[in-house]
């Protein structure tokens, strides 16, 4: 499996609070993206990375922001969580001069907002 | 807009039966179509990859097929395993561009 690794696998906060999603990779790849998945829905794109400090939003970026100050790291903050961003956020890696190549995912993070 | 469509929506087979899911898109231009597997509670894995020159696409007893003509994919289960209950998600690419994904199709595989 490809090194990836997210954190917190579960995360329950209020709305209203800031909640910070870590992905972390080890496999040296440029492209970093931050999905979420909703029943009914396909994976929707957040925000992707096309390297240090270079992101770009998603169909679905309202209400979160990203970083990425190494290429290992890919931080996806909500500033102030709210019940619609209750979900399933995955963080994948793509790598290689094609940016279409193999996309490989983490396990997911299941954040809840109450 | 770029879109997928899958089904159907859920199919339940029994175990080593076959069975085949859709996946028609309106990506353009396209780049490449993959079909991902994945488990409750994990995350997608990648079963194949096909370009737009590749009509068949095997991986085990997963094989995928792609009519870039009229812009469909269907992915054929073979003697299918309790294991293969799953949602499977058809994803296209277009040329520089991001994933597509569709909304999956969830089997069940019932002994």
């Known amino acids: 499996d490809a090194g990836i690794t997210q954190s917190p696998r579960h995360k329950v906060t209020e709305t209203g609070t800031p909640v910070t999603l870590r992905c972390h990779q080890t496999?040296?790849?440029?492209?970093m993206y931050w999905y979420r998945q909703d029943p009914g829905h396909g994976l929707r794109l957040i925000h992707y990375?096309?390297?240090?400090?270079?992101?770009d939003k998603g169909e679905v970026s309202d209400g979160y922001s990203v970083s990425r100050s190494k290429t290992e790291d890919f931080l996806l903050t909500l500033e102030s969580a709210t019940s619609s961003q209750t979900s399933v956020y995955f963080c994948?890696?793509?790598?290689?001069?094609?940016?279409?190549?193999?996309?490989?995912f983490g396990q997911g993070t299941r954040l809840t907002v109450v | 807009k770029n879109q997928v469509e899958q089904s159907p929506q859920s199919l339940i087979i029994l175990e080593g039966k076959n069975c085949t899911l859709q996946?028609?898109?309106?990506?353009?231009?396209?780049?490449?179509l993959r079909w991902y597997k994945q488990d409750t509670g994990r995350g997608p894995v990648s079963l194949t990859i096909?370009?737009?020159?590749?009509n068949t696409k095997s991986n085990g007893r997963y094989t995928a097929t792609l009519d870039a003509d009229t812009k469909q994919s269907s992915l054929h289960i073979t003697a299918s395993q309790l294991s293969d209950s799953a949602s499977y998600i058809c994803?296209?690419?277009?040329?520089?561009?991001?994933?597509?994904f569709g909304k999956g199709t969830m089997l069940l595989v019932s002994p």
């Open positions: 994948a890696i793509s790598g290689g001069r094609d940016r279409n190549t193999e996309a490989f």
């Open positions: 496999e040296n790849h440029r492209y």
């Open positions: 990375s096309y390297g240090v400090k270079d992101t």
């Open positions: 996946c028609n898109y309106t990506v353009s231009p396209f780049s490449n």
């Open positions: 096909m370009t737009f020159s590749e």
């Open positions: 994803v296209v690419s277009a040329l520089y561009s991001t994933l597509t």
